[in-house]
Nanobody
Framework: QVQLVESGGGLVQPGGSLRLSCVVS????????MGWYRQAPGKERELVAT???????NYVDSVKDRFTISRDINKNTVNLQMNSLKPDDTAVYYC?????????WGQGTQVTVSS
């Protein structure tokens, strides 16, 4: 059974940084795209960043030049380095992965940006 477990969320002041990590457990036969989504209160879940097996990355415009997604295929992890955080970045962040031909989600980790 494949599982995704996120960590690294918390409370940070505007302008601060956080690093989210997602560890994948279980047997991975066909690795695929992995990424991060977020959902703020009263809003729909939105894509934040993704990374493909070949290393290409994609970001939502609002986080470009502030967030960096990285992946270690050997360790089955994907990270999201978030810098220059803004109050609008406050949300529950979810790890997402296309593995073995199926879509998996983590349980989410809360990120709160507030002074």
């Amino acid at each position: 059974q494949v599982q995704l477990v996120e960590s690294g969320g918390g409370l940070v002041q505007p302008g601060g940084s956080l690093r989210l990590s997602c560890v994948v457990s279980g047997t991975i036969i066909r690795p695929g795209r992995m990424g991060w989504y977020r959902q703020a209160p009263g809003k729909e879940r939105e894509l934040v960043a993704t990374t493909a097996l070949g290393g290409s990355t994609n970001y939502v415009d609002s986080v470009k030049d502030r967030f960096t997604i990285s992946r270690d295929i050997n360790k089955n992890t994907v990270n999201l380095q978030m810098n220059s955080l803004k109050p609008d970045d406050t949300a529950v962040y979810y790890c997402n992965a296309n593995l073995n031909g199926a879509i998996y989600w983590g349980q989410g980790t809360q990120v709160t940006v507030s002074s």
